[in-house]
């Protein structure tokens, strides 16, 4: 791999380990304030708005400026919706808008990538940034985790810097001061990522014309016999998973009588078998066969309904272990073919942005479907077998529609297929 991939990964990492520190801190700051449990899903839920709002014009500006400088103005404004909760802004506000800095910074962390590396690297690439940014999801949890905690937050509160007075005097602040040094680390590394070269046609500015545009590169890659699978795949992967996440912190105080500080571990446990598969699947599942691995998204969602079985937090390891391990090693394929079918048939940052769009208002729809559950007070074995037959039952519906696929076109031939 180039150098400059190494910087890309060092950038992408503090980014994204300040963002799910962030959310464990934004989430003890909803109990301190005796916010309702439907509101935890909408944490996430305005994270991820932005990403539907914003889909199309974040891949215009993502291809109108070099990537690096794009990924440095939308940490920065990361920093800012961080500081945010430092002023009493609401906890679901602010959270909003680092999911605005996000939105924006998605496009140019992958488009990057297909700037940088030839097709046959994508798959590896894509390994190790899903693997790191899932090392990263592990350090942010068991981060954000262990700053909320009395002993590690008092001890951040007698730290005195000599000059400069911080003015940092809660719990809560001090979790947050952490967290935006990380991600004025993520902006450090920014500024060291190289100018690939690569420069795109004059981008559009007017709203309408830009809309236009994501509607044409939408409608193109749904209408790819390769892209509309990889993309179905990819857009069922976020939203299950982001659900998943808010599933097993609520089974773990529910069903293993861990607190929220320690049930948060489970979902590094969780990341760390979406690591394993990520970097196995970088390692043994070429791009032409990549189409190979989608079976395990059905196992997947029937080992999910498996959680209600557990007890025991000792059972409960191996087992998210196992859910994580079938997910990255589905998941990095698919993302490694749509990035190729995108880069092919329209530019990585459109690409990306279609695929931001449909994988978050995926992500809208599960989590606005999860909050209802949890107003509801279904029990959360109810809501474990729902989640896991939903899943396995679109992955099938996936397999079928490609079957279909397969019968009237060579889908292998169409992986190498360029733009005329």
């Known amino acids: 791999m180039k150098r400059g991939f190494y910087t890309i990964m060092a950038a992408q990492f503090f980014s994204s380990l300040a963002d799910n520190a962030l959310f464990i801190a934004a989430m003890a700051l909803l109990i301190t304030l005796k916010a309702p449990a439907w509101m935890t899903p909408l944490l996430k839920w305005s994270f991820a708005l932005s990403y539907v709002l914003l889909a199309a014009f974040v891949g215009a500006f993502a291809d109108s400026l070099p990537k690096g400088r794009v990924m440095f103005v939308t940490n920065m404004i990361k920093v800012a919706g961080c500081a945010l909760m430092f002023f009493d802004i609401h906890p679901v506000i602010a959270y909003g808008v680092v999911g605005f800095g996000a939105a924006a910074y998605s ?18 690439a894509n390994g190790w940034i899903e693997g790191l940014t899932v090392t990263s999801i592990i350090l942010g949890a068991v ?3 262990k700053l909320i905690t009395p002993e590690i937050s008092t001890m951040l509160l007698r730290l005195d810097f000599p000059v400069i007075d911080f003015d940092v005097t809660t719990p809560t602040e001090a979790a947050l ?3 935006t040094g990380c991600y004025a680390l993520a902006a450090l590394f920014n500024l060291f990522i190289p ?11 007017n709203p309408v014309k830009l809309v ?3 509607a044409a590169c939408f409608v193109t890659l749904w209408k790819d016999k390769l892209g509309q699978i990889s993309l179905a795949v990819t857009t069922l992967f976020w939203g299950a998973g982001a659900t998943l996440q808010l599933i097993v912190l609520d089974w773990a105080q529910k069903s293993l009588n861990m607190p929220l500080n320690k049930s948060t571990e489970l979902l590094g446990v969780f990341a760390i078998g979406i690591a394993l598969g990520a970097v196995t699947a970088a390692r043994f599942v070429p791009l032409k066969k990549s189409l190979s691995v989608m079976s395990l998204g059905i196992v997947m969602g029937l080992v999910i309904t498996v959680m209600i079985m557990v007890t025991n937090v000792w059972l409960a390891y191996p087992l998210l272990i196992l859910i994580g391990a079938l997910a990255g090693y589905f998941v990095v394929p698919m993302n490694a ?17 279609v695929q931001n769009f449909n994988e978050n208002l995926s992500v809208l729809t599960m989590l606005a479907l999860y909050a209802v559950m949890v107003w509801l007070k279904l029990n959360i074995h109810v809501i474990i077998v729902m989640f896991g037959l939903f899943v396995a039952g679109a992955m099938f519906a996936v397999m079928r529609k490609h079957q279909a696929n397969q019968r009237e076109f060579d889908s292998i031939a169409l992986i190498g297929e360029h733009k005329h």
């Open 177 to 179: 001061f952490v967290i």
């Open 212 to 214: 236009t545009d994501f």
């Open 143 to 145: 981060m954000g985790s």
């Open 195 to 205: 100018d690939t070269g690569a420069r795109y046609d004059h981008q559009q500015r």
């Open 107 to 124: 496009p140019a962390k992958y488009g990057i990538l297909t700037e940088l590396l030839p097709p046959e690297k994508l798959v590896a």
């Open 337 to 353: 073919l749509l990035q190729h079918r995108g880069h092919v048939l329209m530019s990585a940052g459109h690409s990306i942005a």
